[in-house]
């Protein structure tokens, strides 16, 4: 194992290591630890990592020294930061907002279900980064709310996503929108044929670190954003991405970026023999080598078959275990009835999804790390932005489209040292499927076939009966909301109450 590496020893300033020892940071993780040196010498980075293992802080430090100097125009950033979700982008800058206050430079964000017009008066002030989404910031600059042309150093996060999300041509478009000697840094989970484009048309040269293992357990602890009562007294500590256990390996060199293209055990029980004392199944491992996700030894991976008409009697035991659950499905339709059955058992569930507000998701994300929700059911458009710690299960209620999903999913678990168990809930329609996505990640799940009611349902997940009394939305607003407060629904409440004749009054004013 690599001897340890502390913030003061990779030459980030004074100021900037002070604010991270007064978060209880002091060793970098081998992200960290690897890249900062060389973004802050202003080479080009392309760095992979597994989720969980720092690399908002392995390219965030770096960049905002590289602007500290002088301030922005206003309008005009001279640092950016891409990101393909609005949450991914706020908890970036929840977790540079303490460092960047060391060090005087000044954030500000543009994403999707925020008033365009406060991001607008914002630029107007200056900002030193912007941290944005691509769709959001193609509308600034359409609106000449902001230039590009001022930009010193640009980073794009998890690339391969914005790849899957249909980004590519708008990153590309913003891209091109930078000063061609501006340093680039482009960081993921994976390095994919979509990272691989961005590469050799920003990066020609770059230096290439890739950490395939997640970084030690014993790395410092910390606590959700949003599940912490002192998060405005020291956002950095609580914001901090959480590193998956245990080993790292050695980081390639620049070369290496040729390369990139190429418990007790128990048998198999699909077969549904019903044993009295099922064994718990074994673990299966990430393999190493695979393009698609990192090991990570201290998460279980289980298949468990069940047939189509006991699917969603086995979610719901599986969501009335003790314990903070998170669900994907694979539409945001398919999560809002889900979330609505389960509550109707008894189960405080709710939901995140592309088609909430950003009001909405910040509600439903609170709730849920604040154990208000012990449930939360997100589609992958959210998966990348749920940053919780004690995640003990995932269920894969819809198998994942693609090996990128699988990975991204199960990186919600595991994490800070913690164990996991990740599951899949396979139909006889999914077998094809999920067989193929199961060969392209190199995992060896445990498979068993199940019923409701089974206690092996139980050792694997900790499922137990729901209640089956019905609850009320965790994340819903309070019901008590003051009358003349001006939200869209006071108004149409407002409007609906006046008496006949005071609206017809009102429609002869107009």
């Known amino acids: 194992m690599p001897p340890e590496i502390r913030f003061a020893e990779l030459g980030l300033p004074v100021a900037l290591v002070q604010a991270l020892r007064r978060a209880d940071l002091e060793t970098a993780f081998p992200i960290q630890a690897a890249v900062i040196p060389d973004i802050l010498a202003g080479r080009d980075v392309l760095g992979r990592a597994a989720t969980g293992s720092g690399k908002t802080l392995a390219f965030g430090l770096p960049l905002l020294v590289r602007v500290m100097r002088g301030a922005a ?65 193609t509308d600034l600059i359409d609106q000449d709310a902001v230039r590009l042309d ?24 913003l891209l091109d929108r930078v000063p061609t000697d501006a340093q ?42 949003a599940s912490h009562p002192d998060d405005r007294r020291d956002p950095l500590r609580h914001n901090h991405e959480q590193p998956d256990p245990p080993t790292v390996r050695h980081n390639n060199a620049a070369d290496a970026r040729a390369s990139r293209s190429d418990s007790p055990a128990t048998r198999d029980s699909a077969t549904g023999s019903g044993a009295a004392q099922p064994e718990l199944p074994r673990r299966g491992n990430l393999a190493s080598e695979s393009p698609a996700a ?3 030894p201290v998460i279980a991976h289980h298949l468990l078959y069940v047939r189509k008409p006991d699917k969603y009697k086995v979610v719901a035991e599986i969501a009335g275990r003790a314990g903070r659950t998170l669900l994907f499905v694979r539409t ?9 059955r389960l509550r109707e058992v008894g189960i405080a569930a709710t939901e995140l999804h592309g088609g909430k507000s950003q009001h909405q998701r910040n ?27 004690d995640i003990s299960l995932v269920v894969h209620v819809d198998p994942p489209a693609d090996p990128k999903d699988y990975q991204h999913r199960t990186g919600r678990t595991g994490r800070a040292g913690a164990t996991g168990t990740v599951v899949t809930l396979v139909t006889d329609a999914d077998r094809a499927e999920v067989g193929a996505l199961v060969a392209a990640l190199g995992i060896a799940p445990a498979e068993l076939r199940v019923r409701p009611g ?17 609850v009320p939305d965790p994340a819903a607003p309070p019901a008590d909301t003051p009358p003349d407060r001006d939200t869209p629904g006071n108004r149409r409440r407002r409007k609906a109450s006046a008496p006949h004749h005071a609206r017809r009054r009102n429609r002869s004013a107009n």
Request: charged fraction near 20%; charge should be neutral; proline fraction near 8%.
């Open 184 to 225: 680039h840094l482009l960081f993921s989970a994976t390095l994919d044929a979509a990272a691989d484009a961005l590469a050799d048309r920003y990066l020609p040269a770059p230096v290439t670190h890739s950490v395939d293992e997640p970084p030690p357990a014993d790395a410092p602890a910390v606590t959700s954003p």
């Open 150 to 173: 001022a930009v010193r150093v640009a980073a794009v996060d998890e690339a391969d996503h914005m790849a899957a999300l249909g980004f590519l041509d708008q990153v590309t478009a």
């Open 332 to 340: 945001q339709y398919g999560a809002q009835k889900l979330a609505r």
């Open 363 to 389: 509600r439903a994300l609170s709730a849920y790390a604040g154990g208000a929700a012990s449930v939360l059911i997100a589609t992958d458009v959210a998966a990348r932005g749920i940053h919780v710690d």
């Open 73 to 137: 125009a206003p309008r005009r950033p001279r640092g950016l930061i891409l990101t393909p979700t609005r949450e991914l982008a706020l908890q970036i800058e929840r977790a540079l907002d303490e460092p960047a206050l060391a060090l005087g430079v000044r954030l500000g964000s543009a994403v999707g279900g925020v008033p365009i017009k406060r991001q607008i008066a914002r630029l107007s002030r200056g900002v030193d980064v912007l941290i944005a989404t691509p769709g959001r910031l």
């Open 454 to 470: 089974d206690r092996a349902l139980t050792v694997i997940t900790g499922a137990r009966e729901p209640s089956g009394r019905p």
């Open 294 to 296: 990192a090991a990570n």
